[in-house]
């Protein structure tokens, strides 16, 4: 097998690969095992990604690769409008750029005793950020097998695979199911199923960039929207129950009740608030995290010219000794050939030296 070295060539074109899941599925430690790097990763649910990361370049069977970790849609930290906003900000940049992924892989742990409410709720955010076309680059990859028996595993490995409800759908429209074994080799093999297939734009890529669609109006968006009002419903319904609550606590005169019935239904009312200003600030909050990736591609494009400017300064330097070397050593023909054969090597660096541009993809950690 091919040794996973760092990618060097600026030339070359990445495979972008970019992993998804809910908080605690493992998808940093994925990406880090594959890669080699060191995203930071959580030791609990307490999400550490809450922002899009991308891993450093490196090599599978000669090709090319760059990982993209993303937050999942329960982080602890931001809303699922902020991560919507993140998520859809990196992807529709980096297709401006011309970036198309060439795979999606999805992380779910099989130690999960079901499919709970979390993980549909990813799985389905990320069909719609997806589309239909483009879930045969799509990997789902069950993860955690040392945490469950054999065969515990594989019944719940055919759940998901054979119900509608869980990943059956996108199966049968083209996506993989396969497992992830928490070692160099199984991360690689199922990046290999990656790397072979053809890049294409996701759904929200083209309702955005090639529709001029807001982020409210694209399928992601209004999935999201769907749920917050499902959620803004379900919280009506608890606080007509709290204050019919307050109401009886009131009449028998218990103060604490009361009380604690009272911190409960701020605590609630201020919860109903935030979703109302997440549904409503969607599009502003994609503008935000849309000028603050463009902020660091500028920022990024400025170092990389730059570096370039110090290099091309350094080159010339090396071309102007070397000339003066040519003159000192006018008698020794030898050595004045390997000269000039010096200056045209830095010469010709100078000339094919590729249009600055943002190292890395570091512009695009948020």
């Not at 493992?26 to 899009?52: E, H, M, P, Q, W």
């Not at 795979?103 to 990320?126: K, P, T, V």
């Not at 996108?170 to 199911?177: N, W």
């Not at 300064?313 to 000794?321: F, L, N, S």
Request: aromatic content about 4%.
């Amino acid at each position: 097998m091919q040794s996973n070295h760092r990618a060097g060539s600026a030339g070359e074109v990445d495979i972008l690969v970019a992993v998804m899941g809910a908080t605690g599925s493992g998808k940093t430690t994925f990406v880090n095992i594959a890669s080699g790097d060191d995203l930071k990763v959580g030791a609990s649910l307490r999400s550490c990604t809450s922002d899009v990361q991308i891993c450093k370049p490196f090599k599978v069977d000669g090709r090319t690769v760059t990982l993209v970790d993303t937050p999942g849609f329960d982080d602890t930290d931001k809303s699922d409008t902020d991560v919507l906003a993140m998520i859809a900000a990196f992807l529709n940049a980096s297709y401006e750029q011309g970036r198309k992924l060439a795979g999606l892989i999805y992380m779910h742990r099989i130690s999960d005793h079901r499919m709970g409410g979390l993980s549909a709720r990813n799985f389905r955010m990320l069909r719609r950020l997806c589309g239909d076309t483009t879930l045969k680059n799509l990997v789902i990859v069950t993860n955690m097998w040392g945490d469950v028996s054999l065969s515990v595993g594989e019944a719940r490995e055919r759940e998901l695979a054979t119900q509608d409800k869980f990943f059956k759908q996108a199966l049968d429209k083209g996506a993989k199911m396969l497992r992830h074994t928490h070692n160099f080799d199984s991360a690689i093999n199922i990046l290999r199923y990656t790397i072979r297939n053809t890049p294409l734009p996701l759904k929200i890529q083209e309702e955005m960039v090639d529709e001029g669609k807001d982020l409210p109006e694209t399928g992601a968006g209004a999935e999201l929207n769907a749920e917050l009002e499902k959620l803004m419903k379900k919280q009506e319904e608890d606080m007509r129950v709290l204050k019919a609550e307050m109401e009886e606590a009131v009449r028998l005169k218990e103060e604490e009740t009361r009380q604690e019935l009272d911190a409960e239904i701020a605590k609630l009312r201020d919860e109903t608030n935030r979703i109302k200003l997440d549904a409503r600030d969607m599009a502003s909050k994609y503008d935000l995290e849309r000028s603050k990736l463009e902020a660091q591609i500028r920022q990024s494009a400025e170092r990389a010219a730059t570096q370039q400017a110090q290099m091309k300064k350094e080159y010339k330097g090396e071309i102007e000794k070397l000339k003066q070397q040519v003159l000192q050593d006018a008698g020794n023909t030898k050595d004045i050939l390997d000269l000039r054969h010096k200056v045209l090597q830095l010469e010709t660096q100078i000339a094919n030296m590729p249009r600055p541009r943002p190292e890395s993809w570091d512009c695009a950690i948020m």
